[in-house]
Structures are given as C-alpha cells and as structure tokens.
C-alpha cells in the first residue's frame, strides 16, 4: 500500500472519531477514536468488546493511562487499551511503543493495588478502576492493546508479566489496520504448532481440497479457543448460547459424569485451514504438526463449551472430540467454507438468516439507506442521508472508488461520516426499543447474533421507506441520549446507562414517542432532553452500580434480573 493510501486512511479515521463528538481534543475524541478501532476488532473476533474510559495518573515519577478496558471471556481475561492519535501516518519508534505500553502496564498494577481508593468516586475513571479491582481474583490473563494511526517501526512486543500473571501486547497501527479494513476476511494467518503431533488420516478431495481425520484432546481445543478466542470462530455462524441450549447442557453433562463416552456421544468439531503440515512417526502413522488459519465452521458450541468447563476448573483429561478438518485452497475459502457450515452441521439447526450480512434484510436496509433523502434541518435547504454500511469499510471503499476529488467532496456532503451507522448498530437500538437493554449489553457482536435469531429471522413487516426512517429514528433517540448523558462525566459504563435510560424511556412514554416525529425533525423533541439527565443519574446509574454482593457492574447489566430491576422502579416522567 501507497503512503498515500495510509495518510488518507488515517484522515478517514479521525473523522469518523470526529463525527462521533462534539470536539475534536479531549476526553470525549479519545473515546471516540477508541470506539473506531473497536468496531473493526470487534467484528474480527480480536475483541469481544470495549468500553473507552481514558484516565492518566501520576504515579511518583511515572505516568499510568489508558483509553479503555473489558472483562472478557466471563471476567477471566483483562483488556487494556492504550493509544497514540494524532500521527497521521507518520512512524513512530520502538521507545515510543515501549512508554506507552509501559503506562497502561503501570496502570494494571495500580488497580490491583487500589487505585481507586485513592480516587474522589465522581472521577470519570473510578468505576473503571474498581471494578478491576474488585474482578482481580478472577483474571488469569492480561492483554494490552495499542491504536495508533501512527506507522510502527516495530511488529510486535514479547510477552510479559504483570502483578504475577501472562501479560500480552497487541499492537494495531494504521498498517495494519489498513489491511484489516481494506481485507474481505482477516489479513493475518492463526498459525499452531502442534506440541504433540496428532494422528490422522488423509482422506484425498478434489483438487480444491483435502480431508484430514484426526482426534483432538479435549483440553487443546478448550486451551486454543482461550488463546484465539473469537478469531477462531470468525467463520462459524453461530454464537456460543452460554451452556443454555439442550446440547450444550448435554456437553456440560458427558464431561461431568462420562467424560471418556465424549468421543463417543459428540459429532465433533468440522474445520478448515489453509495449510496443514504433517510427519511420519517412527511407527509409520501420519500425524499433524502444524495448522494454518484454522477456523472451526461447525462445532463452535463444542468448542466454547470445553472451553467454558475448563475455566471453572473441570477436568478434560480424558474427553476426546473427533475432528475433520478440510484443507482448502486460499482462493476457494468464501465458496466452500459457506456450504460446509450449511451442509455438515448436526448440532443445532443453522438458518439462513444466521449469515445475516448478505441477508434480504441487510441489502434491502442498504438499498434505502442510498435511496431516502432525510429532512434538511430547520433553517437549511440542504438534505443528506443516512448511510448504512452493511460491511465494515463500505463506506471508505465508496469513497474511494471516486477519482475526482469534487465527487469525494460530493459524496461526504450527501452522505456525512456522522450519519454512517452498521448492522450492529441496528441491532443495539432496536432491542433498546424493544426493551432488551441486557442483551444489548452483551456486547456488539453477541447483541447482533440475538436481535438475528429473535428478530429478523421472524421479521413481517414491510421493508420500506417508512420502516428504514423508524430505524433512523431510534438510532437518533439512542446516540443523542448518549450525547445528553456522556456530557454530564458520570464515569463509567455509558453504554450500560445509555441503554437501559432509553429502555426506561420507551417503557414508560411508549405512547408519547413519536418516532415519525423525531425522524422528521431529525431531533429529540425537548421533553426528552429535559428527561435524560434525571433519569439517568437519579434513576437508572444508581441501579446498575448496584450489582448484588458488590459484584461486577457489566456483568450484572447483561442480566435480565437487572433490567427487572430497573423496570421495577417507581418512576413517572413529568411531561
């Protein structure tokens, strides 16, 4: 790629982290360009999810900051991201790294000490660093995570260890981000070595692939999914269901009582890679000693659920899962890999709306989405749309598809970067509607995968005009109350509290929101505004940080006991 291509990458990325506030500096862009890389991670498996709170501290002679954290994978794994904006492409050293690494290390450290007992409760970061603390028992792993629209001069940084546990650093430039972005599946290869090598045996394909059957031990599998989390996933179809499924309680089930019979009661796991090495032992068996880019299509349940059970401490020692794994042709992985997940899943059915981003649905939202002009705003004659971006980097690969730079400036005009919205949006302002604000919590992608199966899989209405100004409308009703609540710094767990105000707002005014209205006007009418802060702060954020036994606050926000909770509650707007 060009340096042009990388100056003008990062452009688009501050002004996508511009669209999303109300200032370009500060606290609130720092968030926002957080939120940026976010969605790119987030829709690759890297994350499960992010929550930007920035807070930098002195710490005697050195500095601790970070622009955001999540207690992944049920609170086990600890995500740290720092950040370096503002370079616009340009490099950055190794030392440069290594400081900011270093702070957000120092950071973790202060947590698990008690940074927060040191903090005035009304500080915007105290949520942040209490919860890290009071979850430090729980974690067993540590990752830090660099954004930087900057060139790095270095690939990557060894692992560590930090207050006694793993601590690993993943470092996103605008390189690589660039090829994330620009890239129809990811741009790195998930390459395992095999410490043991596995027996197996080569079934010959067609010229496009071959088969390999093998038996995995039960503990790689669940210790591969822990290593690779989401990414080893990234073409299964379906989300993991938390053990609440029928197969996934059997699996729970075998592995508690017959764990030797798993082999024999489980279908096993189908995967595909894009190269597999093997050796000939001195026996004269064919055994694997090398996987690249192994992605699990079929058996996701299977895998989450081992790696589940080994988190809580069960023992696989003796569970064995069959595998089939499918080496294919790189140029063959979006024909093939498809058709797999369609064709060879026994487990639990896989619909058709499961693949949702070429779905009916999205390409019609799409479609209205560069056909209806909203209204031009009170005063002005100018009218823009509301661009939907099915794909991530849709919108970026529209824009540059213009050669003249008057059709580039054309094309913002009409379709502006702060009217830009994706499919996991939709999700997140619909269930907020709907009055599922726990769902939402769970984060973009697991809250997308619900709306899918509740939602849109049983969807009878119209696909119109009016139906894309609805969704229109209940974005502008969830980001501004977003806007009206991020301005008043109450701390932590905007998300959750935006969530649940405008869950409570829709609960108790369904009759009085007008969503023609506020498409209309392209606004909140002012007894909304007026409402917000109220509800937010009196209402909804005193109930969300009151999790049960002082427990963890976003894990508490992704119950529907909390939601009951929060619905429960004696309030009347005054309207």
Same mark, same amino acid.
């Given at each position: 790629?060009?340096?042009?291509?990388?100056?003008?990458?990062?452009?688009?990325?501050?002004?996508?982290?511009?669209?999303?506030?109300?200032?370009?500096?500060?606290?609130?862009?720092?968030?926002?360009?957080? #939120?940026?890389?976010?969605?790119?991670?987030?829709?690759?498996?890297?994350?499960? #999810?992010?929550?930007?709170?920035?807070?930098?501290?002195?710490?005697?002679?050195?500095?601790?900051?970070?622009?955001?954290? +999540?207690?992944?994978?049920?609170?086990?794994?600890?995500?740290?991201?720092?950040?370096?904006?503002?370079?616009?492409?340009?490099?950055?050293?190794?030392?440069?790294?290594?400081?900011?690494?270093?702070?957000?290390?120092?950071?973790?450290?202060?947590?698990?000490?008690?940074?927060?007992?040191?903090?005035?409760?009304?500080?915007?970061? /105290?949520?942040?660093?209490?919860?890290?603390?009071?979850?430090?028992?729980?974690?067993?792993?540590?990752?830090? &995570? @660099? &954004?930087?629209?900057?060139?790095?001069?270095?690939?990557?940084?060894?692992?560590?260890?930090?207050?006694?546990?793993?601590?690993?650093?993943?470092?996103?430039?605008?390189?690589?981000?660039?090829?994330?972005?620009?890239?129809?599946?990811?741009?790195?290869?998930?390459?395992?070595?095999?410490?043991?090598?596995?027996?197996?045996?080569?079934?010959?394909?067609?010229?496009? &692939?071959?088969? @390999?059957?093998?038996?995995?031990?039960?503990?790689?599998?669940?210790?591969? /999914?822990?290593?690779?989390?989401?990414?080893?996933?990234?073409?299964?179809?379906?989300? /993991?269901?938390?053990?609440?499924?029928?197969?996934?309680?059997?699996?729970?089930?075998?592995?508690?009582?017959?764990?030797?019979? &798993?082999?024999?009661?489980?279908?096993?796991?189908?995967?595909?890679?894009?190269?597999? #090495?093997?050796?000939?032992?001195?026996?004269?068996?064919?055994?694997?000693?090398?996987?690249?880019?192994?992605?699990?299509?079929?058996?996701?349940?299977?895998?989450?659920?081992?790696?589940?059970?080994?988190?809580?401490?069960?023992?696989?020692?003796?569970?064995?899962?069959?595998?089939?794994?499918?080496?294919?042709?790189?140029?063959? @992985?979006?024909?093939?890999? $498809?058709?797999?997940?369609?064709? +060879?899943?026994?487990?639990?059915?896989?619909?058709?709306?499961?693949?949702?981003?070429?779905?009916?649905?999205?390409?019609?939202?799409?479609?209205?989405?560069?056909?209806?002009?909203? $209204?031009?705003?009170?005063?002005?004659?100018?009218?823009?749309?509301?661009? /939907?971006?099915?794909?991530?980097?849709?919108?970026?690969?529209?824009?540059?598809?213009?050669?003249?730079?008057?059709?580039? +400036?054309?094309?913002?005009?009409?379709?502006?970067?702060?009217?830009?919205?994706?499919?996991?949006?939709?999700?997140?302002?619909?269930?907020?509607?709907?009055?599922?604000?726990?769902?939402?919590?769970?984060?973009?992608?697991?809250?997308?995968?619900?709306?899918?199966?509740?939602?849109?899989?049983?969807?009878?209405?119209?696909?119109?005009?009016?139906?894309?100004?609805?969704?229109?409308?209940?974005?502008?009703?969830?980001?501004?109350?977003?806007?009206?609540?991020?301005?008043?710094?109450?701390?932590?767990?905007?998300?959750?509290?935006?969530?649940?105000?405008?869950?409570?707002?829709?609960?108790?005014?369904?009759?009085?929101?007008?969503?023609?209205?506020?498409?209309?006007?392209?606004?909140?009418?002012?007894?909304?505004?007026?409402?917000?802060?109220?509800?937010?702060?009196?209402?909804?954020?005193?109930?969300?940080?009151?999790?049960?036994?002082?427990?963890?606050?976003?894990?508490?926000?992704?119950?529907?006991?909390?939601? #009951?909770?929060?619905?429960?509650?004696?309030?009347?707007?005054?309207?």
């Amino acid at each position: 790629m060009s340096e042009n291509e990388l100056v003008e990458f990062a452009e688009y990325l501050y002004e996508d982290a511009r669209a999303r506030t109300d200032s370009p500096v500060g606290t609130r862009f720092n968030g926002a360009f957080i #939120d940026v890389f976010r969605e790119y991670l987030v829709e690759d498996g890297v994350l499960e #999810d992010i929550e930007s709170c920035y807070c930098r501290k002195q710490v005697g002679r050195s500095t601790a900051e970070v622009y955001g954290y +999540a207690l992944n994978d049920g609170g086990s794994v600890l995500d740290i991201v720092t950040a370096e904006h503002g370079w616009k492409a340009q490099k950055i050293n190794k030392a440069d790294v290594q400081r900011a690494l270093r702070r957000a290390q120092i950071f973790v450290e202060k947590c698990r000490k008690g940074l927060h007992l040191e903090m005035d409760e009304t500080d915007q970061a /105290y949520s942040m660093t209490q919860s890290i603390y009071e979850a430090w028992t729980g974690i067993d792993r540590v990752r830090i &995570f @660099l &954004f930087t629209d900057a060139q790095l001069t270095v690939e990557s940084m060894p692992p560590g260890e930090t207050e006694g546990l793993r601590c690993t650093y993943e470092l996103w430039d605008i390189v690589r981000l660039h090829r994330l972005a620009s890239s129809g599946r990811r741009e790195e290869e998930t390459v395992i070595e095999l410490a043991s090598p596995l027996p197996c045996l080569s079934a010959p394909g067609d010229p496009d &692939f071959e088969c @390999l059957l093998t038996v995995l031990p039960g503990r790689l599998l669940a210790e591969l /999914y822990k290593e690779h989390g989401g990414r080893l996933l990234q073409r299964n179809v379906r989300a /993991y269901l938390q053990a609440r499924g029928k197969v996934n309680k059997g699996i729970s089930e075998t592995v508690r009582q017959e764990p030797g019979r &798993f082999l024999a009661y489980n279908n096993g796991v189908s995967a595909t890679v894009t190269s597999a #090495d093997t050796m000939v032992t001195p026996e004269g068996i064919v055994a694997l000693t090398r996987l690249v880019d192994l992605q699990i299509v079929n058996g996701g349940q299977t895998t989450a659920s081992l790696h589940h059970m080994m988190q809580k401490g069960e023992d696989l020692s003796q569970v064995r899962v069959p595998a089939k794994i499918t080496v294919i042709r790189q140029e063959m @992985l979006d024909e093939l890999v $498809p058709n797999i997940s369609r064709f +060879a899943n026994s487990q639990n059915a896989i619909k058709e709306a499961d693949l949702q981003a070429n779905s009916h649905y999205h390409r019609r939202l799409q479609a209205l989405s560069r056909s209806v002009w909203a $209204p031009a705003p009170e005063g002005s004659t100018r009218q823009t749309r509301w661009y /939907y971006e099915r794909v991530r980097g849709q919108y970026q690969v529209d824009l540059g598809a213009l050669e003249r730079q008057a059709e580039k +400036a054309r094309f913002t005009r009409e379709h502006p970067l702060a009217k830009k919205f994706g499919k996991t949006d939709v999700a997140k302002y619909d269930l907020t509607y709907r009055g599922r604000p726990h769902d939402v919590c769970l984060g973009a992608e697991k809250c997308f995968r619900v709306w899918t199966t509740d939602v849109v899989d049983s969807f009878e209405g119209s696909l119109d005009a009016g139906h894309f100004k609805e969704v229109v409308a209940k974005r502008i009703l969830f980001e501004h109350t977003r806007k009206i609540i991020q301005k008043m710094s109450l701390g932590g767990y905007l998300g959750q509290t935006t969530a649940y105000a405008v869950a409570l707002l829709v609960d108790r005014c369904s009759n009085q929101i007008d969503l023609d209205g506020i498409w209309r006007a392209q606004a909140l009418p002012q007894w909304i505004d007026d409402l917000v802060p109220e509800l937010a702060v009196d209402i909804v954020r005193p109930l969300l940080v009151a999790a049960p036994g002082s427990g963890n606050v976003t894990e508490w926000c992704k119950k529907s006991q909390c939601w #009951d909770a929060v619905r429960s509650v004696d309030w009347a707007p005054r309207t």
